[in-house]
């Protein structure tokens, strides 16, 4: 396999892909950026460039504006410097130590067995690109990376209260080319955990495990409208069936690696009495198989159920067992409502995006995002009723506000015009079902103008996520067009300069 390097060194433009082959090169998984950050100060201080680390442990690099542009409006250039860590089962790869080996095929560049980091690694490389081209005309200009945006938005979080007043913010951390985004949906988890209850393996008891595989995955956001297969739910739902036929007995339980990637993979280990015949069991998931494959036909038709051996000496209780599998079988996951405001924009929805349960105790996580504050909080009370049906404890947590679109946006205007002149077409507008750090940034900072947009990424969260090489072109010309005009005091003009 070749080196990151001597793929993306073909690429252009040259300055935005050297920036993303260092991402590439030094692990940033949600809550360990910190040899990245500290790479990339160092970088900024090479260059001569202000650079700081806040309490959050954002990164704040600052550019002062080309010569003839002092007096334009300031631009903040924002991205996330984590990602989301994902990989097919069988393959050696450490997120925390091992580089990302990416691969050119047919016009994308596509990591096979992991996810790629273009989400959002595209985005901060063309905010770096931005610092180190001296050619650029531009107003005061600042980058600003933010750290745990994949686990929480812990950096947005923690962004101080009018850090950002009286600049422009441009994000660059969505993923289909040619729009332009002025909203997107809030959200918050629903985390449920139980105690330890545990019984000793019955006699004459076989253990075995039932994986659930080869499902597609996604963004938990972006993707959860395609209705694809949630391992978690379906492995469940074989579960009941099983335990209908035959006395089954669960040992553990568990499904998904993040919260907000749709769960490609499950696998449970039971214990049937031994007088029950492996090929009784395996003849029904076959048929399981067959089954789920045909009702995913047409989004996850790949789908695998595998019977193996397994070992255990103790089981879940009889009462555990039913809790757990009742209760994730009931359980949402999925669209909730279609927005009525927003036309072919989901407006609710919830991905029970991990599981983990055995005979030490157990939990999951359900990942809530509505376009409508009052919309998440109605589901996720909805999960805490079912939980509660059972004595079951559930904690609400991470809530962070949506972005409201703002279509009279002046900078929403200016962007418009320069992709109408610079690509001879006209630009679509969106509201995306998928959090960005805009809604908690515009909540900290009232009157901020802010618009997102980026290149087209395919399978984001998800071994094989790709981005597209022509696109990631494009943006960069956008990204520097805009900044030109806004340092000619364009249609942006009427926000005030920065202190």
């Not at 989400?119 to 063309?126: E, K, Q, R, S, T």
């Not at 597609?216 to 959860?224: A, E, L, N």
């Not at 749709?262 to 214990?271: D, F, G, M, T, V």
Request: net charge negative; aromatic share 4%; proline share 5%.
């Amino acid at each position: 396999m070749l080196p990151t390097d001597s793929v993306l060194c073909r690429l252009e433009p040259a300055l935005v892909w050297a920036h993303f082959a260092t991402l590439c090169r030094i692990p940033r998984p949600s809550k360990g950026e910190s040899p990245l950050r500290e790479h990339l100060r160092q970088w900024a201080a090479s260059k001569g460039l202000q650079a700081s680390v806040d309490a959050a442990g954002n990164l704040l690099i600052s550019k002062p504006a080309s010569r003839g542009h002092e007096d334009a409006p300031g631009v903040v250039l924002q991205a996330h410097l984590d990602m989301v860590c994902q990989k097919n089962s069988g393959t050696a790869h450490d997120f925390t130590r091992d580089p990302i080996q990416p691969e050119l095929r047919d016009g994308w560049l596509i990591a096979n067995d992991t996810t790629l980091g273009a989400d959002n690694g595209i985005g901060v490389a063309l905010a770096l690109a931005a610092l180190e081209d001296e050619s650029l005309a531009h107003g005061p200009l600042k980058v600003l990376l933010t750290v745990d945006e994949e686990a929480g938005m812990g950096g947005a979080r923690g962004l101080t209260e009018g850090a950002l007043q009286g600049w422009l913010l441009l994000n660059l951390d969505t993923e289909e080319w040619g729009e332009f985004y002025l909203g997107c949906a809030g959200g918050l988890d629903v985390n449920v955990s139980r105690p330890r209850s545990a019984e000793a393996l019955p006699e004459a008891h076989v253990c075995w495990q039932i994986e659930v595989a080869g499902l597609r995955g996604g963004h938990s956001g972006v993707d959860i409208h395609r209705e694809r297969g949630n391992a978690i739910k379906l492995l469940v739902r074989v579960l009941r069936d099983l335990e209908r036929r035959w006395p089954l007995r669960l040992v553990s339980l568990h499904g998904g690696s993040a919260r907000n990637a749709l769960p490609r993979e499950a696998q449970a280990s039971i214990a049937l009495p031994d007088s029950i015949a492996g090929d009784a069991v395996t003849a029904a998931l076959a048929s399981w198989q067959e089954l789920l494959r045909q009702e995913l036909r047409e989004v996850d038709a790949g789908v695998t159920l595998r019977f193996l051996p397994a070992s255990a000496d103790a089981v879940l209780s009889a009462a555990e067992q039913a809790v757990w599998l009742a209760s994730l079988h009931a359980a949402p996951h999925g669209v909730r409502r279609w927005s009525q405001s927003v036309p072919g924009v989901v407006e609710t929805s919830n991905n029970l995006g991990m599981v983990a349960i055995d005979t030490n105790g157990g939990s999951c996580n359900f990942m809530l995002r509505s376009l409508l504050d009052s919309g998440s909080r109605a589901l996720a009370d909805e999960i805490v009723s079912l939980f509660a049906l059972s004595g079951t404890l559930v904690e609400q947590s991470g809530h962070y506000p949506g972005w409201a679109p703002n279509p009279a946006s002046p900078l929403l205007a200016l962007c418009q015009s320069v992709y109408r002149r610079e690509f001879a077409a006209e630009s679509r507008v969106q509201v995306i079902h998928a959090g960005l750090e805009c809604g908690i940034i515009a909540a900290k900072h009232p009157g901020i103008d802010i618009v997102s947009f980026g290149p087209t990424i395919r399978g984001a969260h998800a071994p094989g996520e790709s981005v597209d090489i022509d696109s990631v072109a494009r943006c960069w010309q956008l990204l520097k067009a805009v900044l030109a005009a806004v340092g000619e005091g364009t249609e942006a003009s009427d926000h005030r300069q920065p202190a």
